[in-house]
Structure formats: structure tokens, C-alpha cells
């Protein structure tokens, strides 16, 4: 399979390190100078390429770059793609890093946000987990405990393809639902960064409250780094995380 993937950060770097791993043809770009992007392409296994080759004659278009960063995207951009490329959104909005989108501040949902901007449907995936999951929580399949995460979106079939993928990077899949319904597994619930398996994490998606998911987003990231001196560990974050919702079934 053809894969492409804007941005090669913690999260888009590590999709497709893992992509390349299990046999795919992986192209990415960044906003790096070209002699910069070939070297972060040499350190994944990937191509380097220029955004606009990226988006033609790739079966599956990864989007993992900061929300705000939309806007700076070509309008038009997305009209070299074939109309039957999967566009999978991996970001989270956060007000302090992305500035004052008031859409999604009203409360529409991120990638439904994502969607409209770019003008092509999405599919929502690879956002409810923290770097360090996705890069080091992988397991086999049929593994016990194996972390799972949720997906969403508004086409059956691609969600299927991208399933496959999230399955060959070592994790279990939840279908949250539609597009719409992708609100669930964003910051702020209780299905966002907290590792969770698939009966557990059917359950958080279940628990999470639209209504009051931005204010634990926002009041969370202050409460986790205003007292400390120090980066929280990996481990720490994502007890934190499970702690903010006692329902959470690894809250305790």
C-alpha cells in the first residue's frame, strides 16, 4: 500500500516508521527545508516528498500536524488526490497550541472541523493514544491486554483498510461511530491517552460527557505541568489521565 504522511513528529513519525516496518511504501513530507525532510525520511525508511507529490497516487494520506496548521494547507491541495484516498486525521485541538478556533471551541467536533477545512472526508485514528504508546504499546494480536484504539469516521470500507493498519502497528480497534461521533476519543474524555484494552475502552468511549470534555482538556494540561519542575514521565501522564475520570476502569 501506498501511504503518505504530512508531518514526521512524535506521532506522524512513528505511523510511519511502524508502516514501513510491516512492508508498505511510506512517503513524507514536513515543513522542513528539503535537505532536512530527506534526512528525517532516511531516519523513518521513508521517501521524502514535496506536499503536493505527497497527496497524488497514494491509496492512504495520514494528516498529523498540529489543528492550526490546517489552515496554512492549500485550499486546493486535496483536489490531486483520487477521490477513493482514505484521509486519516490524527490530531488534537488544543487552544493554548492552535489559538481560537471557535468552531471547534462551540463544540464541533475536531475532525468534522478537519474535514470541512480540506473539503474531502476523513477518518478519525491514531489520536487517542500518547507518542510513546504508539511507540513502544504495540503488541501482537490476540495478545493479553493489548491496547486498543478507537476510530471513527463515515465510510465503512475505509475504516476497515485503516483498521487493518492500526492492527498491523500492533493495536486493537474500537469503532466510536461516525465522524460526528469522533468527539469521543478527544482530549478530554475518558478515552484519550489512557491505555486502555477493548472492553475498557468501549467503556470510556461510552462515559465520556461532551458537555464538559473542553474544560477538563484545558484545566487538566494546567493542573499536569503547573506544579512540576520536571517533564512527567510517560507513566505518569497516563495515570494522571485515567485518574481525571473515576469511572475509568484503571482509575484506581
Same mark, same amino acid.
Request: glycine share 8%.
Given at each position: 500500500?501506498?501511504?503518505?504522511?504530512?508531518?514526521? %513528529?512524535?506521532?506522524?513519525?512513528?505511523?510511519? *516508521?511502524?508502516?514501513?516496518?510491516? %512492508?508498505?511504501?511510506?512517503?513524507?513530507?514536513?515543513?522542513?527545508?528539503?535537505? =532536512?525532510?530527506?534526512?528525517?525520511?532516511?531516519?523513518? %525508511?521513508?521517501?521524502?516528498?514535496?506536499?503536493?507529490?505527497?497527496?497524488? $497516487?497514494?491509496?492512504?494520506?495520514?494528516?498529523?500536524?498540529?489543528?492550526? #496548521? +490546517?489552515?496554512?494547507?492549500?485550499?486546493?491541495?486535496?483536489?490531486?488526490?483520487?477521490?477513493?484516498? !482514505?484521509? @486519516?486525521?490524527?490530531?488534537?485541538?488544543?487552544?493554548? *497550541?492552535?489559538?481560537? !478556533?471557535?468552531? !471547534?471551541?462551540? &463544540?464541533? /467536533?475536531?475532525?468534522?472541523?478537519?474535514?470541512?477545512?480540506?473539503?474531502?472526508?476523513?477518518?478519525?485514528?491514531?489520536?487517542?493514544?500518547?507518542?510513546?504508546?504508539?511507540?513502544? %504499546?504495540?503488541?501482537?494480536?490476540?495478545?493479553?491486554?493489548?491496547? /486498543?484504539?478507537?476510530?471513527?469516521?463515515?465510510?465503512?470500507?475505509?475504516?476497515?483498510?485503516?483498521?487493518?493498519?492500526?492492527?498491523? /502497528? &500492533?493495536?486493537?480497534?474500537?469503532? #466510536?461511530?461516525?465522524? =460526528?461521533?469522533?468527539? *469521543?476519543?478527544?482530549? $478530554?474524555?475518558? #478515552?484519550?491517552?489512557?491505555?486502555?484494552?477493548?472492553?475498557?475502552?468501549?467503556?470510556?468511549?461510552?462515559? &465520556? @460527557?461532551?458537555?464538559?470534555? /473542553?474544560? +477538563?482538556?484545558?484545566?487538566? @494540561?494546567?493542573?499536569?505541568?503547573?506544579?512540576?519542575?520536571?517533564?512527567?514521565?510517560?507513566?505518569?501522564? @497516563?495515570?494522571?489521565?485515567?485518574?481525571?475520570?473515576?469511572?475509568?476502569?484503571?482509575?484506581?
Amino acid at each position: 500500500m501506498k501511504i503518505g504522511i504530512i508531518g514526521t %513528529g512524535a506521532i506522524g513519525g512513528t505511523i510511519a *516508521r511502524k508502516m514501513v516496518a510491516v %512492508g508498505h511504501q511510506v512517503f513524507v513530507t514536513n515543513s522542513a527545508e528539503f535537505a =532536512e525532510l530527506e534526512k528525517r525520511a532516511y531516519e523513518l %525508511g521513508a521517501l521524502p516528498s514535496s506536499l503536493e507529490d505527497l497527496v497524488k $497516487g497514494k491509496d492512504v494520506v495520514i494528516l498529523s500536524v498540529p489543528t492550526i #496548521a +490546517i489552515h496554512g494547507m492549500s485550499k486546493t491541495l486535496f483536489d490531486l488526490m483520487p477521490q477513493d484516498t !482514505i484521509i @486519516v486525521d490524527t490530531s488534537n485541538y488544543y487552544p493554548f *497550541r492552535d489559538a481560537d !478556533i471557535e468552531e !471547534i471551541k462551540n &463544540g464541533k /467536533a475536531e475532525s468534522m472541523w478537519v474535514a470541512e477545512q480540506i473539503g474531502r472526508p476523513v477518518i478519525k485514528a491514531f489520536n487517542n493514544l500518547l507518542a510513546e504508546s504508539l511507540a513502544s %504499546g504495540g503488541t501482537p494480536k490476540g495478545a493479553p491486554g493489548r491496547i /486498543a484504539m478507537a476510530i471513527s469516521g463515515d465510510d465503512p470500507k475505509a475504516k476497515e483498510i485503516i483498521s487493518g493498519l492500526i492492527n498491523q /502497528a &500492533g493495536f486493537d480497534v474500537v469503532d #466510536a461511530g461516525d465522524l =460526528e461521533s469522533s468527539w *469521543r476519543h478527544q482530549p $478530554g474524555t475518558p #478515552a484519550y491517552c489512557t491505555e486502555l484494552n477493548v472492553s475498557d475502552l468501549k467503556q470510556a468511549l461510552n462515559d &465520556g @460527557v461532551r458537555e464538559v470534555a /473542553a474544560q +477538563i482538556r484545558d484545566s487538566a @494540561v494546567i493542573k499536569l505541568f503547573a506544579e512540576r519542575t520536571t517533564q512527567p514521565s510517560h507513566e505518569e501522564i @497516563v495515570e494522571f489521565n485515567r485518574s481525571l475520570f473515576p469511572k475509568n476502569p484503571k482509575s484506581e
